[in-house]
T-cell receptor
Framework: AQSVTQPDIHITVSEGASLELRCNYS??????LFWYVQSPGQGLQLLLK??????LVQGIKGFEAEFKRSQSSFNLRKPSVHWSDAAEYFC????????????FGGGTRVLVKP | DTEVTQTPKHLVMGMTNKKSLKCEQH?????MYWYKQKAKKPPELMFV???????INESVPSRFSPECPNSSLLNLHLHALQPEDSALYLC??????????????FGPGTRLTVL
């Protein structure tokens, strides 16, 4: 069965500074990987996804993520954080064998200091 | 139209009430999902409908009853809920329910409070 770990529960970053959120997954085959963002009381919005090909993936809102098979990681990065980036971020892995079931990590809450 | 809509936004119900949550999408997606999300936790999958047939039930108690009347609509019927069922209920849809790589589009959720 697949699993996802997000080691950081909270991250505080200053506005304008860079941000990196860690994600480690466990899955036997090639994973389908996603990053979602959730603002308080809202639904989830897809930031980016990885299925195959180029291991550096560009997403919306200036985010990018890099797939590293050797490290079973899919870390999310943003070069310069804006106050509006304060939210909860979820990494997720999908598996065809599981009928498109998404397994989410525990989430990382990002706080942005002015 | 790239939205998943959910109604109502908020719902307060007693333990003896019967209520329903509604989800709608007009993206031509053939898979729809119900998730439950408690505060400060990730969403937990409850049900998956693929081509209007229930394909996954994650051992959800029978007081939650899903229904997919057509490919655009998904309902969640609630009966005799417990206070611990209070949560944000999220609906999602994807192009299909078998590929694994189709991203899921989420609605804004229904905030349910059971008294």
């Amino acid at each position: 069965a697949q699993s996802v770990t997000q080691p950081d529960i909270h991250i505080t970053v200053s506005e304008g500074a860079s941000l990196e959120l860690r994600c480690n997954y466990s899955y036997g085959a090639t994973p389908y990987l996603f990053w979602y963002v959730q603002s308080p009381g809202q639904g989830l919005q897809l930031l980016l996804k990885y299925f195959s090909g180029d291991t550096l993936v560009q997403g919306i809102k200036g985010f990018e993520a890099e797939f590293k098979r050797s490290q079973s990681s899919f870390n999310l990065r943003k070069p310069s954080v804006h106050w509006s980036d304060a939210a909860e971020y979820f990494c997720a892995v999908g598996a065809r064998a599981a009928g498109n079931k998404l397994t989410f990590g525990g989430g990382t809450r990002v706080l942005v200091k002015p | 139209d790239t939205e998943v809509t959910q109604t109502p936004k908020h719902l307060v119900m007693g333990m003896t009430n019967k209520k329903s949550l509604k989800c709608e999408q007009h993206m031509g997606h053939r898979a729809m999902y119900w998730y439950k999300q408690k505060a400060k936790k990730p969403p937990e999958l409850m049900f998956v409908y693929s081509y209007e047939k229930l394909s996954i039930n994650e051992s959800v108690p029978s007081r939650f009853s899903p229904e997919c009347p057509n490919s655009s609509l998904l309902n969640l019927h609630l009966h005799a809920l417990q206070p611990e069922d209070s949560a944000l209920y999220l609906c999602a849809s994807s192009l299909d329910g078998t590929s694994g790589y189709n991203e899921q589009f989420f609605g804004p959720g229904t905030r349910l409070t059971v008294l």
